[in-house]
């Protein structure tokens, strides 16, 4: 009894070891894409994403709520496989399910908490960030409006707001059609998002 437990215990020791690189090797990256509901959809299937969730970010209120994130975008962070999609990659994945040229904020949710925006933690996530923009902005034949700015706290979003369209897809296609979301980034992108 004693040796089967023993062995048991090292064979689970074997797999969690096993499995601890994978998940170290993950890594994260903030957006604001204006609605976080509609950030994290879009986003979720672009392969190498592994996990997003939604939250607030670039803002110096501590603990923002919904009700409550003046100076906040709203964000999320999306959890990726750098085996599988490169960090300047996941950041053209993004550009393309946002309207990157709107200052004010994004389809049919403006102010200041719905501009978008990329938040870079290195160097090398400046430099490739700048550079997608900067192919963005030439394939569109317009200034981005999309910001660039160094990573701040990640504030997660309050549970209802987690995975929204999954959890509500009624409400949420009906707010994603009402806006005109989709209609509006075939129009910026034409064929090619």
Same mark, same amino acid.
């Given at each position: 009894?004693?040796?089967?437990?023993?062995?048991?215990?090292?064979?689970?020791?074997?797999?969690?070891?096993?499995?601890?690189?994978a998940?170290?090797?993950?890594? !994260? @990256? *903030? %957006?604001?894409?204006?609605?976080?509901?509609? /950030?994290?959809?879009?986003?979720?299937?672009t392969?190498?994403?592994? &996990?997003?969730?939604?939250?607030?970010?670039?803002g110096?209120?501590?603990?923002?709520?919904?009700?409550?994130?003046?100076?906040?975008?709203?964000?999320?962070?999306?959890?990726?496989?750098?085996?599988?999609?490169?960090y300047?990659?996941?950041?053209?994945?993004?550009?393309?399910?946002?309207?990157?040229?709107?200052?004010?904020?994004?389809?049919?949710?403006?102010?200041?908490?719905?501009? !978008? @925006? *990329? %938040?870079?933690?290195?160097?090398?996530?400046? /430099?490739?960030?700048e550079?997608?923009?900067?192919?963005?902005?030439? &394939?569109?034949?317009?200034?981005?409006?999309?910001?660039?700015?160094?990573?701040?706290?990640?504030?997660?979003?309050?549970?209802?707001?987690?995975d929204?369209?999954?959890?509500?897809?009624?409400?949420?296609?009906?707010?994603?059609?009402?806006?005109?979301?989709?209609?509006?980034?075939?129009?910026?992108?034409?064929?090619?998002?």
């Open positions: 009894m004693k040796t089967r437990l023993i062995a048991a215990i090292a064979a689970s020791a074997l797999i969690l070891a096993d499995a601890a690189p998940a170290a090797a993950l890594k !994260t @990256a *903030v %957006f604001a894409g204006g609605c976080f509901w509609s /950030a994290e959809h879009d986003i979720e299937h392969p190498g994403v592994t &996990a997003v969730v939604v939250g607030y970010s670039g110096a209120r501590a603990r923002p709520s919904y009700e409550n994130h003046e100076g906040h975008l709203e964000s999320i962070r999306v959890t990726y496989d750098p085996d599988k999609i490169t300047a990659q996941l950041v053209d994945a993004f550009f393309h399910h946002i309207d990157p040229t709107d200052p004010n904020g994004q389809i049919c949710d403006y102010g200041p908490s719905y501009r !978008t @925006a *990329v %938040f870079v933690s290195t160097p090398e996530e400046k /430099a490739a960030a550079a997608v923009k900067a192919q963005v902005a030439k &394939a569109l034949h317009q200034p981005v409006a999309t910001m660039i700015l160094p990573a701040s706290t990640f504030w997660m979003g309050e549970g209802y707001h987690q929204y369209a999954k959890n509500n897809p009624m409400a949420y296609m009906q707010y994603r059609i009402g806006c005109g979301r989709d209609r509006k980034l075939k129009a910026v992108w034409g064929g090619r998002s």
